[in-house]
C-alpha cells in the first residue's frame, strides 16, 4: 500500500464539493491504487454541514479514503499539502458579475495565500475556483512570497470545456474528436473562446464552421454559459465546475496529450504581450509538471481586440484590490 497523499480543498461544505469531494474519495485525481488523505477547510458556520458531507463520504467506505480532517484554521488545512483547491468563497446570484465578488471574497485569498506559504509543500499545486478566479489567484500568488507564481493557476477549464462541447455538438461529434480550443483572458464575460486553432478530427474546424456562428452564437454561448446557468438553474454551476477542476489539476498532474492543449489561468509572463504577473488564460501543455504557455500563435486583429479587452478588465480588477497585494 502507497503512503496516503493529503489533498486540501477549501469551502468542503458547498455545492461545488458536494460533487467534487465524492470524486476525490473516489480515486479520480490520484488514481485507484493511491490513498489520499481529505483535508478540508471551511469557516465555522458551516461546520454542521460539513459534517454532515463527513458522514455521507464514511457512509461510502472508500477504500482509497485513509482520513478526513475538517478544519477552520488554513494553517491546519494546507499542512504539507502537495494539492490545494480553493473553492471556498461566495457565488455570484442573478444579476451579478463575478468581479461584484471581489470585495467579500477578496480577502479569503490573501489570507490563505499566507497560510499556503507558511506551511504547504513548495512544489503545492494551487487551483483557484472561487470567483472572481484570475484576481482571487492574483492576490494569492502576492500573499505567498516564499512560493515561486507558478504553484498558482486558476480555472478557466469549465470555459474550456463548454466550448470544446460547443463545438462538437455544432459538428455532430463527441468531445475527445476536437482539439486545442484555447480560452484567453479572464474567467468572466469578457472571455475568448477561440478556436482558430482548434480541430475536429484533424480537420480544421474553421473549415466546418461558418463566422456568424462564430461570432453570434459561439462565442456568446462560452461568455455567457455561468450566467445562463444561474438563470436556469437558480443557482451557478456546481457538477459541472466540479468536473473542470479535477480535470485541470489532473491534467497539470498527468500532462496534455503531445496533440492538444488546455486552458489555464497562470501568471504571464509577458507572452502575446499580456502584462507580465497578470492572472491571464492561456492555451498551455504541461511541460515536467508546469504549465507552459503555447508559443507562436497567430493572433489576428479581430482576437488581438479581445486580448486587449481582457488585460484592460483584469488590470481594473487589480486596481481594486490593490491594498492585498
Ligand atoms: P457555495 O456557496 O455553495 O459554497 C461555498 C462554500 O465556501 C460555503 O460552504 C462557505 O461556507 C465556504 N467558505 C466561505 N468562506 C470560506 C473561507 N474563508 N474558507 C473556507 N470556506 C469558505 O458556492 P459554490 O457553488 O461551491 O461556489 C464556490 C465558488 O466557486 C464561488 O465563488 C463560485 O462563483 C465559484 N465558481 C467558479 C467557477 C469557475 O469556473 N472558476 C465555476 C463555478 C463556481
Ligand atoms: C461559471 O462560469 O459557471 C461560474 O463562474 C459561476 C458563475 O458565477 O457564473
Redesign the pocket.
Known sequence: MKPPIPIAV?????????SLLFRLAAGELLGHDQPIILRL???P??MQ??RGVVMELNDCAYPLLHQIVIT?D?CVAFENVEYAFL??????SQGML?SD?LEQ?AE?FA??GRALNQVASRQVKVL??????NTNALIAINNAPDLPASCFT??????HTRAVSQLAQRCGVVSRQIRRISIWGN?SCAQYPDLRNATVNGIAALSLVDQPWIVDEFIPTVQYR?TEIIKIRG????A??AN??LVHMQTWIQGTADDDWVSMAVASDGSYGIAEGLVYSFPVRIRQGQPEIVQGLDIDDFSAAFLRRNQTELQDERETIRHLL
Open positions: 477549501t469551502g468542503a461544505a458547498g455545492q461545488i464539493n458536494y477547510l471551511e469557516i458556520p458551516a454541514t460539513l477552520d488554513p473553492i471556498g468563497a461566495k457565488p455570484r463575478r465578488l471574497n479569503i489570507v490563505q483557484v475556483t472561487g470567483n472572481p478566479s486558476a480555472m478557466t477549464m469549465l470555459d474567467h455561468g443557482q451557478s454551476s456546481a459541472s465546475a473542470a477542476a
